[in-house]
């Protein structure tokens, strides 16, 4: 098989899998996006670079929004929001900081595909992503190896979120445009 057929499998799941997120719980991340003072992203190996991405648009919508684990982020307090994006719902170094975040007094946000797991069960809003997760093997839902759909799909996610955001609050291209770094 060529590069095309695959783009297109790939498309083809994203697809599937993308439609069957519930609407009321991304909308539930949406508001709480809108109401919180700061808001944490957290991930691990390929989806932290879906954090990244994500944290950046928020910064652009003018929201106080930070990656974990970076230099520059803050201390997180009661009230803000923590989202975690793990497949698994089990990276150890992703559930010690989902307890912490829940001891500390934050909304956590779980994104997983499995609202059963270790990280999944801590979350005040749960966003279950039915794809394959990164150990699980031929699940039959995805010819992609280890958690790549998932990983995908979190940022489609977190981009259809940002424009959720954008729909709400009246927010343009343009005006983001004016918050985008002009040190590259
Ligand atoms: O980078 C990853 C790995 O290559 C699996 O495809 C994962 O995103 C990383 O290991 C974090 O795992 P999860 O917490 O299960 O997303």
Redesign the pocket.
């Known amino acids: 098989m060529n590069s095309s057929s695959f783009t297109t499998d790939i498309l083809a799941e994203l697809s599937h899998t993308l439609g069957q997120v519930s609407d009321e719980t991304a909308d539930q991340l949406v508001s709480a996006m809108g109401q919180a003072n700061q808001i944490f992203v957290a991930?691990?190996?390929?989806?932290?670079f879906m954090a990244k991405a994500f944290v950046m648009r928020m910064m652009h919508m003018g929201l106080n929004a930070y990656v974990v684990g970076e230099t520059v982020t803050p201390s997180l307090e009661a009230g803000d929001l923590f989202i975690v994006?793990?497949?698994?719902?089990?990276?150890g170094s992703?559930l010690a900081m989902t307890e912490k975040a829940k001891t500390i007094g934050a909304t956590v946000a779980a994104v997983t595909t499995n609202p059963e797991s270790s990280i999944g069960k801590l979350g005040d809003i749960h966003i279950t992503i039915p794809a394959q997760?990164?150990a699980e093997g031929a699940s039959g839902k995805s010819i992609q190896?280890?958690?790549?759909l998932?990983?995908q799909s979190l940022l489609v996610l977190y981009d259809a979120l940002i424009l959720s955001y954008m729909d709400k609050h009246q927010l343009t291209s343009d005006t983001m445009y004016g918050t985008h770094a002009n040190l590259e």
């Open positions: 991930g691990g190996g390929r989806s932290g994006g793990s497949g698994s719902g089990e990276t992703l997760a990164k190896p280890m958690g790549s998932f990983e």
